[in-house]
């Protein structure tokens, strides 16, 4: 699985951020301030694994809070690309 982070921190370089809109925030149950994903660095690790925690004791489908829009995720994953494709994005494997 890769997966790229998210930060309140707003990004110093703008190309390597998304910002996360309010109403995806909103319909995920996260919280109301700003949010960006970071571009510049994807994590890799076998799913499930230790990184993951359940929102629900015991119940491991509880991983995920949910999935964004269509037109967000190939947003990410479009802008992801071209930012690894520049070799400005770093892929940290982070199974031990």
Do not use: Q
């Not at 309140?8 to 951020?17: F, G, R, T, Y």
């Amino acid at each position: 699985m890769t997966v790229l982070p998210i930060t309140h921190s707003e990004p110093i370089d703008a190309s390597l951020a998304l910002e996360i809109p309010a109403s995806t925030k909103a319909r995920l149950g996260l919280d109301a301030e700003r949010s960006w994903v970071v571009l510049s660095e994807a994590n890799r690790f076998t799913w499930p694994g230790p990184d993951l925690r359940p929102l629900i004791s015991g119940n491991s489908a509880s991983v995920a809070y949910g999935v964004v829009s269509e037109d967000f995720y190939e947003k990410v994953r479009a802008r992801f690309v071209s930012v690894l494709k520049a070799r400005r994005a770093k892929i940290v494997v982070r199974d031990t």
